[in-house]
């Protein structure tokens, strides 16, 4: 029953006094097509008076992010004018499409007054054809995300692209992909059908599971043979989970710092483009 192909450890890679973990890519997981990147930053406790999140203005090209604020908080501005502040249990999707600019910091609040922090981004690919899409941006609070539970309210999902249980998720995606947020009570279980025809993200931000009986633990990425999988998850304690599925593109990739491209030229071309101002003004 097991279907777990490998357990990828997330490595240790701090940025400044930022605590962060990545599980992909390493050496060993380069990618599970269309999920190309997460870090997981903390758990950790900012005293007051500090300097809050790293991530000062920054271009993008070619991919899309998807962030989740367990603790603390995200200041988010970008060069197409979006700007919004997310707190704990909310979530950010941004499409990078063409080209931006963009800051991901903390507010001023949250560096007057510290506080606890755990934050994930996750990168996803997008398809040759929208490579060049327009940027988009959405920011949602904890509240204006649909959610569900399972097992007697043991599991609550909040459901954040594509459809389970009958929820619609909080989020129109570019491409057909399935993704959830999973918060578990000790005890809680589920089982979910993926398709044969999908790639599987499973990734445990906290707490232990038994993933189709064999034990994880938390800053754990899941790796899944090919076919049609059943997932049938228990935790072992209170635990989080971020699960997602979409078809692979089985397309060409390069990757170079902030841009996702299909090849060598597309990531010199996107250098250009940026120097060249086509990536918008940053004027905050």
Do not use: C
């Given at each position: 029953m097991s279907q777990i192909k490998k357990i990828h450890p997330a490595e240790y890679r701090p940025i400044a006094?930022?605590?962060?973990?990545?599980?992909?890519?390493?050496?060993?997981?380069?990618?599970?097509?269309?999920?190309?990147?997460?870090?997981?930053?903390?758990?950790?406790?900012?005293?007051?008076?500090?300097?809050?999140?790293?991530?000062?203005?920054?271009?993008?090209?070619?991919m899309e992010t998807v962030t989740f604020i367990l603790e603390g908080d995200i200041m988010h501005l970008d060069s197409s004018g979006h700007e919004s502040?997310?707190?704990?249990?909310?979530?950010?999707?941004?499409t990078a499409g063409r080209g931006l600019i963009h800051s991901e910091v903390s507010s001023s609040e949250f560096k007057k007054n510290g506080g606890d922090l755990e934050i994930l981004q996750l990168?996803?690919?997008?398809?040759?054809?929208?490579?060049?899409?327009?940027?988009?941006?959405?920011?949602?609070?904890?509240?204006?995300?649909?959610?569900?539970?399972?097992?007697?309210?043991?599991?609550?999902?909040?459901?954040?692209?594509?459809?389970?249980?009958g929820v619609n998720g909080a989020f129109k995606e570019?491409?057909?992909?399935?993704?959830?947020?999973?918060?578990?009570?000790?005890?809680?279980?589920?089982?979910?059908?993926?398709?044969a025809s999908d790639n599987i993200f499973f990734y445990i931000v906290r707490g232990e599971l038994a993933v189709n009986?064999?034990?994880?633990?938390?800053?754990?990425?899941?790796e899944f043979k090919l076919g049609e999988v059943e997932l049938e998850v228990t935790a072992s304690?209170?635990?989080?989970?971020?699960?997602?599925?979409a078809q692979p593109f089985n397309e060409p990739m390069v990757a170079q710092g902030p841009f996702v491209m299909n090849s060598e030229e597309e990531i010199?071309?996107?250098?250009?483009?940026?120097?060249?101002?086509?990536?918008?003004?940053?004027?905050?």
């Open positions: 006094d930022l605590i962060t973990y990545s599980p992909m890519p390493t050496r060993q997981l380069q990618q599970i097509d269309p999920f190309i990147f997460l870090n997981h930053h903390g758990f950790q406790t900012y005293p007051a008076t500090n300097n809050g999140l790293p991530f000062g203005p920054h271009p993008h090209r070619g502040v997310i707190g704990p249990g909310g979530v950010q999707y941004m990168w996803l690919n997008l398809p040759a054809k929208l490579k060049m899409t327009d940027p988009l941006y959405v920011g949602l609070q904890k509240e204006e995300i649909p959610s569900f539970t399972l097992d007697e309210g043991k599991v609550t999902v909040q459901q954040l692209f594509g459809e389970w249980n570019s491409f057909p992909l399935n993704m959830s947020t999973i918060y578990l009570k000790e005890g809680g279980t589920f089982k979910k059908q993926i398709p009986g064999q034990s994880v633990p938390f800053r754990n990425l899941v304690s209170d635990a989080i989970l971020i699960l997602g599925h010199h071309q996107a250098y250009e483009d940026y120097r060249n101002g086509k990536f918008g003004s940053w004027k905050h």
